[in-house]
């Protein structure tokens, strides 16, 4: 049959098939029910869906009624919002909460989108479930069931989900002889080959160490807590599918797929499934190999093919880290890959049965004309519809197609909202095609289009790409490191083996652009085995300060008069250095101060963008500005360098503070001296490397490691320092404060001190927080990177609702982290930096136990922990304010627990300290949102998002009081603070003639 | 006759005259000339005009061949210009200084301009003029001639320009029998009654110290060397016309015709005419006024009516200033007033003749017309045109007309060029009728339509005026005091009476919103009469400040809560305050601390300006900024308040400084202790009015005048205080700095200080130096206020090549000066603030006679000044950057002189100072101008302006180096200084579903 004829016939049988159903609504559109009126409204109103859709999320986390009535008044109560008239009675803006009406409205909301959460939900307890499920079965649906719940933070939990799969198996088993097989032709099978009993599993919370960065560890960990699900499913002689969740999963969940189904005691059973995404523009190419690998391996499959589910997701987080969009933007475009992709499976019928998952009429015409077209049994195909979804479709299906099978989620409400979440998108969202047949009941015609067709005309129909911007571009992020493409997770070793093959490195100052060695040499080792030196680093001396001042002295002039623009210049060529030799600075950072490969790719992404982002706001600053408008004169606001620079930087962000830094200062035309941190002068030598190799003159960059002790007052005070940019310790930033603000014999300008301190900061878990979301996060800002971040979470404070909820999941999530050697992958938490940080954390560990209780000491144990400078990963509880636990920067992993009553209280503690740096919390109350913008007393407040991992432009960051005395890197505001503004004022009358400038306001 | 029979008539007569000269061109559009070759290229292309003009400007000060030649060079040269091709030859960016064929084209370009300046000029020496005025006279016309030059910067300039007059008047003379009267009845007389010899006076020159403000004095300094001359022109029978300068002078002039025009001596001869202008809109009842005067008076007079020279001077001026503009904007608008005024004096013929000084044909036809129809007998007018300008209309006229005079300027193109420039700018305006007459050809009919006609089609064709813009709409400076005005005159002697009526004021502390008596009080008196008590101002001790940072404190976060917008509503109530007295709170300041009227008014609209702009930077910074594009996440960028801040003011722009920076730490959100100078006490409690007019909060302001050693280092270490805003001296600056780097027990954050500090500041004089506006320009900026401003010139570098030209005309300005108190308001300097200053000030002048030679040193002698705290001005010439003089802030009028060998030399002292505040530069050299604009190290440099007031938003002020470390008062960073920035980044993705920001970058 050709193309055309195939077209027809789809486009025939769509037609029947909406013949077929007319006049039918899915129950959720039904707008007799309260449901129904609600969707409707929200499909009209964007702000209210939002609101909408977020109180749903909230809603299973209330447990009380002025906890409901509240959160009621904070989302809908609002002035700003449109209700529909379901909604709007009983609900005003003020008092509602007092009012008996008022909680009696709140509870029929709650109610009612309890019943809309049921509806898509076969049971909530498996007594429910089975009695259902027999229901649809008598009504000639197949079922597969689904336990609702995705994330699990702890092994605890995922070691608990895997117990309730086996649970959930023994009820099935139990209940299965009820089950009758459908268009059974005596096997006992539905529609003589199918299992009755079909279980859908999503792979990732079964291991909760899942990282794309440790893949094999991953897949492991995965496996180990599957295997036994499957074993169960085999042994009632049922099926299973693996579904697909976010993209970070696929290859993962992929290779899990293959080792089960390959498996020695598995390989004889087929009834093993997998999912793949339409939407995906991978997803060819992977269906492609797996039935490549099942027909080498010789092992029949099963595809599901869906649409997917994670769209907003994928954009989101592809946008937010830099990466190319991985989902079809063009909704047409998923349709025709998911026909394209079906084609491909039911050509390979014989090794690959398909389930085709979708609600499309045309999508599944065209799977059903397909397969007829390539006569293909119908024992190869089946249908799937999402249980309380798009009933007349299903209805249909089943009196044409007969093999349907239902998609049922089976559990609480609680876990289950995501999902519940996701079905309301899909029902609501403007391109569905459940909202536009059934609910918009749009051209049929143009429903039935061929996909591939209507992509291409939309693509056609967009603009095309933006005018090419000028060089240098609008700036963009770095992209963070895609752990899920093997080449970067191969990259890394790669790196390391290269790094370490150069052996003991030496490395001089370097001052007027030439090395200098002196006497004075300190080694840099690897705190994770202290016996591996990695460095010999020479050490500048007064003598070499006076040295490489002269050298900025000498190029001072000349700097400040080379125009912005090509200031701007060298540090994007330093930048393009660093891109070009990523892996390689990731890994002498590995080594010398223990990040993970995470971490380390984020510290040199973020000094990549230091660089990128100063040089374009050097372009945006170095363009004077007219001031006023009056004719006859032209008034010029511009910036000029504040003269030669010190840059005092930490060993955390080795390369990205330093970088920031040095590159705010040469970009606006100081000539710097540079100390790196003792601990880190081998990263710090990569500066010397970027900036030799972007051919900054000599003198504009000096490197001059050494001991504070020797050289760091003589430094910042001497007379030709004009600037000093600290990042450290507050001990040491008051010191140059102090220092600083007292001339020198012989100095020409008040010096300029730019000091990012310590932090002590909090993150809030409100009595409505997302728990499985507040839980890692907490854990990621408390730990990551040794918790050796001035950003780090130091302070968990909960609110006394939710504490007996969150602190137990918290501990779990910690014991079941992986530490030890940042070089391993699959370590979430490795040495401190050095001896004396361990000492000094070691003594806060003891603090600790005097002053809280302790619940999670943790240890690295192994073998190759033995030689590193490792300390216990700590959570300690009973913390209050007048603590010292919760009042000093301890720079490691010890994290305090506080207990607050309320969120007036928490707040309250949040702000008991005199640092202000960063903050997080996690709430979906939108009154206790905005109370934390404007009382939560940080300089980076998140909300519902950890404290750690401020962007460049995206996040500036820096925080006040004790915190720091600079504007915000990586913010509009942060070269203001290099340089000094000066207006030129040119009076442009000469005898009574005045030019005319282009914006001069004449009359 | 009807108006449009007479219409008909005027397009017939105007049809008729353009036949008569129809093929004709005027000398300088002649194309065959380089003359008329540079005027065709430049009336093309504006950038070329603007350096040809300019060029033409400097040219008189190019004594060198080598500074012609580097000259030419520098405008014509550079790679922006399209040059004419008969100045492109021998012109190439590189090396023409050095080539031979460089410099003969410079020679050349040079003649030729001075050719074209010649051709405006009757004559360079009396014999010449004589010989062309016997020329011209045999070819028919009449002439008035006038003396060229206009600017005076000394009474002794102003006494030689008298001299010159009475010497032309003699050559006049002497030549005069050789003039036979033109179309002589028999009178000996032109036409019948006409003087043969004609003298036109620009009446300003002849009495430098003319000012707007003293016009009582102006007038009789006026009257006393123009009647000489008058009485010398009388005596020979001649006639004299004054002319009418720029709008500042009007009134002067008209009151000076009148004095003249009535005096006894006079009274009997009819021969005295003035100018007035029909491009102002006042002129319609100027004109009116004086033909009252004239009939009441029974003294016949004579008036030019011209269209007037000065209009982007008067536009530039009115803009610049914030005035209403005075002249018409639409050309059209002139040219119906010419003919609607002319109309005016020619049905007043019998009194007033009238002299109708145009080239515009149609406007020579409707007065034609029009006095033929009003049946004017043709001794009662004639015509008059520019000598050099549009050769065929005076041949036309004297056809046509017969009585036609040409106005012949007279002497030395130096002082001279204003006019030529006049000329050439007449010449090329677009919308000149000249051009479109002559050189463009354009069409008869279009040239000759009625102006009132045209100028309603143009102003229907205008676009309506903008929008009303939103509340509180963009910034603009308060208006400047036009003493040009009667009302303004009169306001300030009111306003001082009122203020005296008071009688001794008791001032108290205001804290927490109500006044606190101490029991410490400090007089504060007038300082030009030490016997005058103004005020009892009681003290505050630290009991006090504690008091004060209580209320503070209350206030602090309900303060800091309150939204930018309502913080901004406050300052602009406060700034409504502060208009509505504005006159009253200026005499304060003259009684305090002896500012002058201008001087005081100055600082009242700082003050205003202040507030206004700092209320619309808060509405502009208070507007969270989003950051980033990502979906799924807002991050905005905001600021807040720094918390408590301590606002040490000086006494010297003493409510404009204390406004700035006690207005900016309020809008920002914090709560402020002010404490004023102890000189300026009454003037700062002007803010605790404005502040209480305007409903601040109670304990937002505080007012807490005390004395330095009792409170001052209290207040600055006090815990509480996060922020100090101090302008002052460079010591005390340092104190501050110093204390508020170590932080106090408890302090919670580290302080921030702005601080604005000294200047030593200097204005170069290059050798190509506009002298008339250097000369006054030095001289206002070194002892305005007596010096007293931190932007007051204290250095004036004179390049060797200039300096014998500069200085004596220099010393002269300064002997010309009025000195004494600042009530008075024809004095230009007062006394200094007090006694402590006068005693500082006098070491200096001590020091200056030790290390220079003294120039000028006056002392103000009258009666009045006795009690005063008077101390010479002094100019003090001979030094060198070693000296002490020139190193030290004086903070009076002490002016060094020092002379430089060249530029490099100039630039090199003026910034051998720790200094970087100010400075200025009178140069008319682009290359130098850029070098001044890359090397000349000042927060605020001024081109060809003097080094004072800079106005709020146009020059944002301020220096760097040793003379502050804030960013500029008034300028766009200022109000940054007083807030935290602060990042919220809230993750907006739950359960997979991102709500669509509108700025999202999507797909």
Same mark, same amino acid.
């Given at each position: 049959?050709?193309?055309?004829?195939?077209?027809?016939?789809?486009?025939?049988?769509?037609?029947?098939?909406?013949? $077929?159903?007319?006049?039918?609504?899915?129950?959720?559109?039904?707008?007799?029910?309260?449901?129904?009126? *609600?969707?409707?409204?929200?499909?009209?109103?964007?702000?209210?869906?939002?609101?909408?859709?977020?109180?749903?999320?909230?809603?299973?986390?209330?447990?009380?009624?002025?906890?409901?009535?509240?959160?009621?008044? !904070?989302?809908?109560?609002?002035? $700003?919002?449109?209700?529909?008239?379901?909604?709007?009675?009983?609900?005003?803006?003020?008092?509602?909460?007092?009012?008996?009406?008022?909680?009696?409205?709140?509870?029929?909301?709650?109610?009612?989108?309890?019943?809309?959460?049921?509806?898509?939900?076969?049971?909530?307890?498996?007594?429910?479930?089975?009695?259902?499920?027999?229901?649809?079965?008598?009504?000639?649906?197949?079922?597969?069931? /689904?336990?609702?719940?995705?994330?699990?933070?702890?092994?605890?939990?995922?070691?608990?989900?895997?117990?309730?799969? +086996?649970?959930?198996?023994?009820?099935?088993?139990?209940?299965?002889?009820?089950?009758?097989?459908?268009?059974?032709?005596?096997?006992?099978?539905?529609?003589?080959?199918?299992?009755?009993?079909?279980?859908?599993? %999503?792979?990732?919370?079964?291991?909760?160490?899942?990282?794309?960065?440790?893949?094999?560890?991953?897949?492991?960990?995965?496996?180990?807590?599957?295997?036994?699900?499957?074993?169960?499913?085999?042994?009632?002689?049922?099926?299973?599918?693996?579904?697909?969740?976010?993209?970070?999963?696929?290859?993962?969940?992929?290779?899990?797929?293959?080792?089960?189904?390959?498996?020695?005691?598995?390989?004889?059973?087929?009834?093993?499934?997998?999912?793949?995404?339409? =939407?995906?523009?991978?997803?060819?190419?992977?269906?492609?190999? &797996?039935?490549?690998?099942?027909?080498?391996?010789?092992?029949?499959?099963?595809?599901?093919?869906?649409?997917?589910?994670?769209?907003?997701?994928?954009?989101?987080?592809?946008?937010?880290?830099?990466?190319?969009?991985?989902?079809?933007?063009?909704?047409?475009?998923?349709?025709?890959?998911?026909?394209?992709?079906?084609?491909?499976?039911?050509?390979?019928?014989?090794?690959?049965?398909?389930?085709?998952?979708?609600?499309?009429?045309?999508?599944?015409?065209?799977?059903?004309?397909?397969?007829?077209?390539?006569?293909?049994?119908?024992?190869?195909?089946?249908?799937?519809?999402?249980? @309380?979804?798009?009933?007349?479709?299903?209805?249909?299906?089943?009196?044409?197609? #007969?093999?349907?099978?239902?998609?049922?989620?089976?559990?609480?409400?609680?876990?289950?909202?995501?999902?519940?979440?996701?079905?309301?998108?899909?029902?609501?969202?403007?391109?569905?095609?459940?909202?536009?047949?059934?609910? /918009?009941?749009?051209?049929?015609?143009?429903?039935?289009?061929?996909?591939?067709?209507?992509?291409?005309?939309?693509?056609?129909?967009?603009?095309?790409?933006?005018?090419?911007?000028?060089?240098?571009?609008?700036?963009?992020?770095?992209?963070?490191?895609?752990?899920?493409?093997?080449?970067?997770?191969?990259?890394?070793?790669?790196?390391?083996?290269?790094?370490?093959?150069?052996?003991?490195?030496?490395?001089?100052?370097?001052?007027?652009?030439?090395?200098?060695?002196?006497?004075?040499?300190?080694?840099?080792?690897?705190?994770?085995?202290?016996?591996?030196?990695?460095?010999?680093?020479?050490?500048?001396?007064?003598?070499?300060?006076?040295?490489?001042?002269?050298?900025? *002295?000498?190029?001072?002039?000349?700097?400040?008069?080379?125009?912005?623009? !090509?200031?701007?210049?060298?540090?994007?060529?330093?930048?393009?250095?660093?891109?070009?030799?990523?892996?390689?600075?990731?890994?002498?950072?590995?080594?010398?101060?223990?990040?993970?490969?995470?971490?380390?790719?984020?510290?040199?992404?973020?000094? *990549? /963008?230091? +660089?990128?982002?100063?040089?374009?706001?050097?372009?945006?600053?170095?363009?004077?500005?007219? &001031? #006023?408008?009056?004719?006859?004169?032209?008034?010029?606001?511009?910036?000029?360098?504040?003269?030669?620079?010190?840059?005092?930087?930490?060993?955390?962000?080795?390369?990205?503070?330093?970088?920031?830094?040095?590159?705010?200062?040469?970009?606006?035309?100081?000539?710097?001296?540079?100390?790196?941190? @003792?601990?880190?002068?081998?990263?710090?030598?990569?500066?010397? !490397?970027?900036?030799?190799?972007?051919?900054?003159?000599?003198?504009?960059?000096?490197? *001059?490691?050494?001991?504070?002790?020797?050289?760091?007052?003589?430094?910042? @005070?001497?007379?030709?320092?004009?600037?000093?940019?600290?990042?450290?310790?507050?001990?040491?930033?008051?010191?140059?404060?102090?220092?600083?603000?007292?001339?020198?014999?012989?100095?020409?300008?008040? %010096?300029?001190?730019?000091?990012?301190?310590?932090?002590?900061?909090?993150?809030?878990?409100?009595?409505?927080?997302?728990?499985?979301?507040?839980?890692?996060?907490?854990?990621?800002?408390?730990?990551?990177?040794?918790?050796?971040?001035? $950003?780090?979470?130091?302070?968990?404070?909960?609110?006394?609702?939710?504490?007996?909820?969150?602190?137990?999941?918290?501990?779990?999530?910690?014991?079941?982290?992986?530490?030890?050697?940042?070089?391993?992958?699959?370590?979430?938490?490795?040495?401190?930096?050095?001896?004396?940080?361990?000492?000094?954390?070691?003594?806060?560990?003891?603090?600790?136990?005097?002053?809280?209780?302790?619940?999670?000491?943790?240890?690295?144990?192994?073998?190759?922990?033995?030689? #590193?400078?490792?300390?216990?990963?700590?959570?300690?509880?009973?913390?209050?304010?007048?603590?010292?636990?919760?009042?000093?920067?301890?720079?490691?992993?010890?994290?305090?627990?506080?207990?607050?009553?309320?969120?007036?209280?928490?707040?309250?503690?949040?702000?008991?300290?005199?640092?202000?740096?960063?903050?997080?919390?996690?709430?979906?109350?939108?009154?206790?949102?905005?109370?934390?913008?404007?009382?939560?007393?940080?300089?980076?407040?998140?909300?519902?998002?950890?404290?750690?991992?401020?962007?460049?432009?995206?996040?500036?960051?820096?925080?006040?009081? &004790?915190?720091?005395?600079?504007?915000?890197?990586?913010?509009?505001? =942060?070269?203001?603070?290099?340089?000094?503004? =000066?207006?030129?004022?040119?009076?442009?009358?000469?005898?009574?003639?005045?030019?005319?400038?282009?914006?001069?306001?004449?009359?």
């Amino acid at each position: 049959m050709d193309k055309t004829q195939l077209e027809q016939r789809i486009v025939a049988r769509g037609r029947e098939f909406f013949q $077929s159903i007319s006049g039918e609504a899915p129950s959720i559109f039904n707008k007799g029910w309260w449901t129904g009126k *609600v969707m409707d409204w929200s499909m009209k109103n964007e702000d209210f869906k939002v609101r909408l859709f977020r109180f749903v999320d909230v809603l299973p986390a209330l447990s009380t009624t002025e906890s409901l009535t509240r959160h009621i008044e !904070e989302y809908f109560a609002s002035d $700003s919002g449109d209700l529909p008239p379901v909604m709007k009675a009983g609900l005003t803006t003020a008092g509602l909460a007092g009012k008996l009406g008022g909680k009696l409205m709140a509870k029929a909301i709650s109610a009612n989108i309890e019943k809309m959460g049921r509806q898509f939900i076969v049971g909530q307890d498996a007594r429910e479930a089975v009695k259902n499920i027999q229901r649809l079965r008598k009504d000639g649906f197949a079922f597969t069931i /689904d336990l609702l719940g995705e994330a699990t933070v702890s092994e605890a939990e995922s070691e608990a989900r895997m117990q309730e799969h +086996l649970d959930l198996m023994d009820a099935v088993a139990e209940a299965k002889d009820k089950f009758k097989p459908l268009g059974d032709g005596g096997s006992g099978l539905d529609w003589g080959g199918e299992p009755v009993v079909n279980l859908s599993v %999503k792979p990732s919370a079964f291991y909760s160490q899942t990282k794309a960065r440790d893949f094999e560890g991953s897949v492991q960990g995965l496996y180990n807590r599957l295997a036994p699900v499957y074993r169960k499913v085999v042994q009632m002689g049922g099926a299973m599918c693996i579904d697909m969740e976010s993209l970070d999963y696929k290859d993962i969940t992929i290779e899990l797929f293959k080792r089960l189904r390959g498996a020695d005691e598995f390989r004889h059973y087929p009834h093993l499934g997998i999912v793949f995404q339409a =939407y995906l523009k991978c997803t060819d190419q992977d269906v492609a190999e &797996m039935l490549t690998w099942a027909r080498t391996q010789n092992l029949p499959i099963t595809i599901r093919l869906v649409k997917g589910a994670y769209w907003d997701h994928e954009t989101v987080r592809a946008k937010q880290m830099g990466w190319e969009v991985p989902v079809y933007t063009i909704k047409a475009e998923s349709d025709a890959a998911f026909e394209r992709v079906s084609r491909h499976v039911l050509e390979n019928a014989d090794i690959c049965r398909l389930c085709c998952a979708s609600h499309n009429v045309r999508t599944i015409a065209a799977v059903m004309e397909t397969a007829q077209a390539l006569n293909v049994p119908e024992s190869r195909y089946e249908f799937q519809v999402l249980y @309380g979804m798009a009933e007349p479709v299903r209805k249909g299906l089943r009196k044409v197609a #007969g093999r349907v099978r239902l998609y049922c989620p089976y559990g609480d409400l609680i876990p289950g909202m995501a999902y519940l979440v996701r079905r309301l998108l899909e029902n609501t969202a403007n391109e569905s095609f459940l909202r536009q047949s059934f609910a /918009d009941e749009a051209d049929m015609a143009r429903l039935l289009e061929d996909p591939a067709a209507a992509a291409e005309r939309e693509r056609a129909a967009r603009p095309v790409g933006r005018e090419a911007a000028p060089a240098p571009g609008p700036f963009e992020n770095h992209p963070m490191i895609d752990f899920t493409l093997p080449e970067a997770r191969e990259a890394f070793p790669q790196a390391l083996a290269r790094v370490r093959a150069h052996g003991l490195r030496e490395v001089p100052l370097f001052i007027g652009g030439a090395p200098v060695y002196t006497n004075d040499v300190l080694d840099s080792y690897n705190p994770a085995d202290t016996g591996e030196v990695l460095a010999r680093v020479h050490q500048a001396g007064t003598a070499e300060i006076d040295r490489a001042l002269e050298a900025a *002295v000498a190029v001072r002039g000349s700097w400040r008069a080379t125009p912005p623009a !090509e200031r701007a210049e060298y540090l994007l060529r330093a930048a393009a250095h660093m891109r070009a030799n990523i892996h390689d600075l990731c890994a002498v950072q590995v080594l010398e101060v223990g990040k993970q490969w995470d971490q380390a790719h984020a510290d040199l992404a973020e000094a *990549v /963008d230091f +660089l990128e982002y100063y040089a374009r706001e050097m372009l945006r600053l170095g363009a004077p500005r007219r &001031m #006023g408008r009056a004719p006859g004169e032209v008034n010029l606001y511009q910036y000029r360098p504040k003269g030669i620079a010190a840059v005092i930087a930490p060993w955390n962000f080795p390369l990205a503070i330093s970088t920031g830094m040095v590159g705010a200062a040469i970009v606006t035309g100081n000539p710097v001296l540079y100390k790196p941190s @003792g601990l880190s002068s081998l990263v710090g030598h990569g500066l010397v !490397e970027a900036f030799s190799a972007a051919g900054l003159p000599a003198g504009v960059f000096n490197f *001059v490691p050494g001991r504070s002790s020797v050289m760091g007052d003589y430094l910042v @005070g001497h007379k030709d320092i004009s600037l000093i940019a600290f990042t450290g310790s507050l001990e040491v930033g008051l010191r140059i404060m102090a220092k600083a603000a007292v001339p020198a014999p012989g100095q020409l300008q008040c %010096k300029k001190v730019i000091a990012e301190m310590g932090g002590k900061n909090a993150i809030i878990i409100d009595d409505d927080a997302e728990l499985d979301e507040a839980v890692q996060q907490t854990v990621y800002s408390a730990f990551g990177f040794q918790g050796q971040k001035c $950003s780090a979470c130091s302070r968990v404070i909960v609110l006394d609702a939710v504490y007996d909820r969150f602190v137990p999941r918290l501990v779990e999530a910690c014991r079941s982290l992986r530490l030890g050697p940042a070089e391993n992958p699959a370590n979430v938490m490795g040495p401190v930096v050095d001896r004396a940080a361990q000492k000094s954390i070691m003594a806060y560990v003891e603090l600790a136990r005097k002053e809280g209780r302790v619940l999670v000491e943790r240890m690295p144990g192994g073998q190759d922990c033995a030689a #590193g400078c490792y300390v216990p990963l700590t959570v300690v509880e009973g913390i209050t304010p007048e603590h010292r636990i919760a009042q000093e920067e301890i720079f490691g992993p010890v994290l305090a627990v506080m207990r607050a009553a309320d969120f007036d209280q928490a707040l309250e503690y949040a702000n008991s300290t005199r640092f202000a740096l960063t903050g997080a919390v996690f709430s979906r109350s939108p009154r206790h949102l905005e109370r934390a913008r404007a009382e939560f007393n940080v300089g980076n407040l998140y909300l519902n998002r950890g404290s750690t991992g401020a962007l460049v432009e995206r996040q500036p960051f820096g925080g006040f009081n &004790m915190s720091g005395i600079g504007s915000k890197t990586g913010g509009p505001d =942060y070269l203001l603070q290099f340089m000094d503004p =000066y207006v030129v004022t040119e009076n442009t009358m000469r005898r009574g003639f005045a030019p005319i400038e282009e914006d001069d306001d004449w009359v």
